[in-house]
């Protein structure tokens, strides 16, 4: 059995990562694992030779985002029981939200990644392309939480027996 001690959560705020967030805090308790919450900052305009891609005030449009995910975890985890959890609330530029999410995990000797996926697939393929990549490239073990047309208790994951 693997020890968890840093779990990654990384988070587009969508209902498929509010999801999968419920599962993080569960096994981040479980196993007296610290928490990282990670939302990627991706702005494509990393390549100065590409005028499509410029923005106005690039680093006034960093703090704006950063400052709204910010907000948004924090109200996220209102919602939540976390006490007695260490949790860490991370901001993260980069090119693409998976290769950000596999650094940080790299980076940081996370454990494992909990990340949620929608129910659609596409042919050949078994998650979307962040979800897919992450899992294809993580250091690290990655639990996939799928959305569920209902909703299912949280629980229900969870029995007697170890997942990991």
Known sequence: ?????????????????NRA???????????????HMLHALVLWD?????????FPDKEELQTRLKEAAATRMTSDLEKSDVKDL???QVYE?????SET????????DIDLIIIG????????????????????????????????????PTYALYSSQEIL
Do not use: W
């Open 1 to 17: 059995m693997i020890q968890v001690k840093k779990i990654l959560f990384p988070t587009d705020f969508s209902r498929r990562a």
């Open 21 to 35: 967030l419920s599962h993080s805090l569960r096994l981040a308790k479980k196993y007296k694992a610290d928490l």
């Open 46 to 54: 990393d390549d100065p030779h590409n005028p499509a891609y410029h």
């Open 86 to 88: 260490v949790i860490k």
């Open 93 to 97: 530029r980069g090119i693409t939200p």
């Open 101 to 108: 999410i596999v650094r940080y995990a790299g980076e940081n």
């Open 117 to 152: 996926t929608h129910r659609r697939r596409r042919i050949g393929h078994l998650f979307g392309s962040v979800v897919e990549e992450v899992v294809r490239m993580a250091p690290c073990s990655v639990l996939t939480i799928r959305q569920e047309k209902e909703e299912a």
